[in-house]
T-cell receptor, first 108, second 112 residues
Framework: DAKTTQPPSMDCAEGRAANLPCNHS???????VYWYRQIHSQGPQYIIH???NNETNEMASLIITEDRKSSTLILPHATLRDTAVYYC?????????FGQGTELSVKP | EAGVVQSPRYKIIEKKQPVAFWCNPI?????LYWYRQNLGQGPELLIR????????DSQLPKDRFSAERLKGVDSTLKIQPAELGDSAVYLC??????????FGAGTRLSVL
């Protein structure tokens, strides 16, 4: 299984872009990268996923480097409700393996 | 559309007592997962079902944990007997396709 590395915590000012990095240097060629977040006292919530190309949806954008060894999740205009733990994780064989994630604090 | 429903939300028991958690996945999702989340940690997979078949239970402590998914819909996770170290949040998730999981709110278990 691919291992991911994320900073344990980050701060972001409300209304600014939040850029959350993830290193997944051991990811295999057919493993997608998924991003989830977990707001306090709730279950994890799917955000976005990608394989090679950059992706965007109503929640966020995902930038994947050309060598696929790292990616960045971008929340373009962070709000206080985006305060959560963000997980970057590969998925292969129908499993999601969670690491420690990044605790994002959005401050007014 | 209703999401993944879990009950109870909270459970407090004394050690050595049995406990059961129930999960109702999203309609039409054939794949169901049970995860355990300790405080300050990411969720850890316990078991994965495809319809009524447990296809990955390698992380399930089988001496005290058991699970079932009758008729491939609802699922129950049981611990008997519970130990102090079993205190955690137990999360259920269902999935319509690889990598996209819908999680319930979880059951917070406290073993005293």
């Amino acid at each position: 299984d691919a291992k991911t590395t994320q900073p344990p915590s980050m701060d972001c000012a409300e209304g600014r872009a939040a850029n959350l990095p993830c290193n997944h240097s051991t990811i295999s060629g057919n493993e997608y990268v998924y991003w989830y977040r977990q707001i306090h006292s709730q279950g994890p919530q799917y955000i976005i996923h990608g394989l090679k190309n950059n992706e965007t949806n109503e929640m966020a954008s995902l930038i994947i480097t050309e060598d696929r060894k790292s990616s960045t999740l971008i929340l373009p205009h962070a709000t206080l409700r985006d305060t959560a733990v963000y997980y970057c994780l590969p998925s292969e064989g129908g499993k999601l393996i969670f690491g420690q994630g990044t605790e994002l604090s959005v401050k007014p | 559309e209703a999401g993944v429903v879990q009950s109870p939300r909270y459970k407090i028991i004394e050690k050595k007592q049995p406990v059961a958690f129930w999960c109702n996945p999203i309609s039409g999702h054939n794949t169901l997962y049970w995860y355990r989340q300790n405080l300050g940690q990411g969720p850890e997979l316990l078991i994965r079902y495809e319809n009524e078949e447990a296809v990955d239970d390698s992380q399930l402590p089988k001496d005290r944990f058991s699970a079932e998914r009758l008729k491939g819909v609802d699922s129950t996770l049981k611990i008997q007997p519970a130990e102090l170290g079993d205190s955690a949040v137990y999360l259920c998730a269902s999935s319509p396709r690889q990598g996209v999981f819908y999680f319930g709110a979880g059951t917070r278990l406290s073993v005293l």
